[in-house]
């Protein structure tokens, strides 16, 4: 009984430690506020501002509740231990093993404490060099990520695209909702690179194509970053459909440029001036704290704009189908001979790679 109360010891202040890390007694208490406010007579009176508090609270329950649990039930197995019943020790010896597997998958989220981790994410999604190719590369990688997200129950909306003229898209950005998204996919930022036999050539040509993958963590509330109006030139006009066509007889599309840094936003869905304006501030302010981080700088004066063509001679992964397979990650030199299953949204080895990428070189 002496080994099992060390071993309960250990493991309580190990996820002690994980809990205060992650501040999930924060985000405990925060959940409890906005259940509160969720069983008000009057929530539902504002349907837009109560969806979005559900699934506030929705993620919040997905982040808390494994740690919660995980400590509870380790505080009621350590009482039982101390009770040092015989009767009891091999059933103790099962528990306390069941609750070591529980913590060892959890703690992963441990590589997740960054400031901006535990947000949701706007991804886009950019054809670069190749043409046709490279739209439908830029199309491709939209697949690959959703069946990612499936796999990982995260919600996600197409908040704006573009489509290509013969296949494929020019962009498209996403919203991804769900635990810890921004630090999941926070990997995926950079440029890649696909190799392949081309299917839209008659000589079936080998063919290299790129498409910019930007992931930022959403900042939605306004306070989170403070943007002057005057540092803004907002310009509205018609919307325009697949291949050009009109979807709209109204200046319903939006385009904000941020004076300082030349960081310009263009949201054109079908939908109202109002709408297409929030989402775009959203994304705005989910740029400029992306180019925060990038910079390292606090000031938003500070901040010089994306250098787009500096990036773009930098993949971060190359995806070669012919004229051999494979998927290489050229920062943490992780390999997959199997490109099918990866571009069929097996990203999480990739991921896990990064997470110890970044933790050691920044210790």
């Known amino acids: 009984m002496h080994e099992q109360s060390n071993t309960a010891k250990q493991l309580i202040e190990d996820v002690e430690q994980a809990i205060e890390k992650l501040h999930i007694d924060d985000s405990k208490k925060k959940l409890e506020d906005l259940q509160i406010e969720s069983q008000q007579p009057n929530f539902w009176q504002e349907t837009t501002r109560a969806q979005k508090t559900m699934q506030e609270i929705a993620k919040l329950e997905s982040m808390t509740k494994p740690w919660i649990d995980l400590r509870d039930s380790l505080y009621e197995a350590k009482g039982l231990i101390d009770l040092e019943d ?12 069941d609750l070591q597997k529980a913590f060892d998958e959890l703690k992963n989220n441990l590589k997740l404490s960054g400031p901006f981790d535990a947000n949701d994410a706007i991804i886009s999604i950019y054809a670069g060099a190749g043409g046709t190719d490279a739209q439908d590369w830029a199309q ?3 697949r690959m990520y959703s069946r990612f997200f499936e796999k990982n129950n995260f919600q996600t909306e197409v908040i704006d695209q573009s489509f290509g003229e013969e296949a494929g898209l020019k962009s498209v950005t996403i919203t991804v909702k769900g635990a810890f998204v921004y630090g999941k996919l926070k990997s995926e930022n950079g440029v890649h690179r696909l190799v392949r036999l081309s299917p839209f050539n008659s000589d079936n040509l080998r063919q290299t194509s790129f498409a910019k993958v930007d992931v930022m963590p959403e900042i939605d509330q306004p306070e989170d970053l403070e943007i002057d109006e005057k540092d803004l030139r907002i310009d509205t006009f018609r919307s325009g459909g697949h291949g050009g066509q009109s979807v709209n007889t109204t200046d319903s599309a939006v385009r904000i440029t941020h004076l300082p840094t030349g960081v310009v936003v263009t949201i054109q869905n079908e939908r109202s001036q109002i709408q297409n304006k929030a989402t775009a501030m959203t994304i705005l302010r989910s740029k400029l704290t992306a180019l925060k981080l990038e910079q390292h700088q606090e000031a938003l004066d500070q901040l010089k704009g994306p250098n787009q063509s500096a990036e773009w001679g930098n993949q971060i992964r190359n995806y070669v189908l012919h ?8 920062r943490t030199k992780k390999e997959s001979n199997n490109p099918e299953a990866v571009l069929d949204g ?6 896990d790679s990064y997470l110890d990428y970044t933790l050691k070189t920044t210790k």
């Open 86 to 97: 015989k009767k009891l020790q091999h059933e103790l010896d099962n528990q306390l093993s």
């Open 323 to 330: 004229p051999y397979k494979q998927v290489k990650d050229l």
């Open 346 to 351: 097996d990203l999480q080895p990739f991921i």
């Open 140 to 142: 491709m990688l939209l």
